[in-house]
């Protein structure tokens, strides 16, 4: 919780709630962003990571954290950039990410 | 507070009320925990009915914080009185490790106030939230028949299966055991999100459960800003929530 406010005061900006949902082949992404507009949302892919910045309405957030949302979220392993789905719906945005197929060898077991 | 205050101890938590010695009301409680659902209704009820403050819950277990409302240096656990009902009001989740606890004494004090029945205002995590505009709101009594009424008279639905866990899982479990008229209202919720829209459900329901009418509008137009302002308390609901599942061995939820 320190280290969040600390985040915050120095980057000026508000870290926004978020949650990691993992599934066999993807990663389900939200993150609690009210006050929006769906078309001023940044959204960048890395291999493992997801970098989310987005201006929110001036009247929402206290002069303590600026009005802007700006979040890195890792992830546990990499990820297909191509293969992101997302979306904004009632001040979430979710964003559905491909795992990348793992390059397991198979060994026969004798 | 004043010392006209009656002291009962309960184990850990001490009661400081002024009630009368028969209550015979509703008492509604809404801890934080899923989506703060039950937290952010009780809170808005008695921001709206403005009940009289009537006393608070201590613990040497307790953060040292001091909640400041409108200037004014509050308790973090509070109880209030109105016609119809008595609230409790926390402004923090109960610490995991004393769940237990605070659960017995809140209902030996229940059954010493000699107070009609307890409803836990709560959430329910729905993974697909988003999409849903208006919550479903279910019930969970001690007494099977009991939740069937109450699903009959709240348009509800009884929760048939799954897990409840947490404070409010806990206060229904002690209630169970010693034959008390407990019951549990879980709207569908975010799990790690404050939810003012899944609270507005639950206090929807409110006139035909305690004959308390409270105007949801405020709520929700504010919905916003009651979203960005609860973001702390959130976060360390969600560790505690977290903390316990680890203790139970279940997954984070709380279905």
Redesign the interface.
Known sequence: ?RL?KEVESRTGC?M??Y?V?ETEDMYVV?V?M??VKRDEIELQVFENQLAIEAPC?SD??SRRYGNKYKVLIDLPRPINPEQVKARY????L?VRVSKKAGRGVRIPVE | MKPSFVEKVYSDFVFYDKLPAKVDKTLLVGFPDTGLVGAIAVSYLAEQLKPEEKGYVDSSELPPIIPVRRSEPKELIRIYERKNCVLIVSEIPIPPAFIRSFSESLLDWVEEKKIKDVICLTGVTEPRRIEIETPKVFVLSADVKRSEELARVLDAEVFTEGFVTGIHAEILRVGMRRGMDVSILLAQSHLNYPDPGAAAQLLNRLPKLVNEHVDVKQLLESEEMVRMQLRDLMRRTSEAMVQKSREMELPPVYR
């Open positions: 919780m969040i508000i926004p709630l949650n949902v939200t609690d009210p006050g309405r929402l957030p719906v009632q001040g979430v979710e």
